[in-house]
């Protein structure tokens, strides 16, 4: 995509301004799909298929990561549904 910034003289077409060109980033890796990253996307959330969130999980609530699994699938993914079922 082009675009032109006003403010210059014509160019040899009779338009006015700067042709600039525009381009498109590409999408990144969403911080959830990037373990290198340290932060959450959705803090109060458990994915159970990511590996490293899992873990992390398991840590938090000193449990394993198959009693993770477990609650998820009986209480949902809210951190705080999982933490009141795992404290039963």
């Known amino acids: 995509m082009n675009a032109f910034l006003p403010g210059s003289p014509p160019d040899d077409t009779g338009r006015t301004g700067v042709r600039v060109a525009v381009i498109k980033a590409e999408k990144a890796a969403s911080i959830a799909d990037d373990p290198t990253k340290r932060g959450r996307c959705e803090p109060d959330r458990i994915h159970v ?7 992390n999980w398991a840590k938090t609530f000193g449990v394993s990561p198959e009693e993770i699994k477990r609650a998820v699938e009986q209480v949902g993914d809210r951190a705080d549904a999982v933490r009141q079922h795992l404290r039963k």
């Open 49 to 55: 298929d990511e590996d490293y969130e899992l873990q």
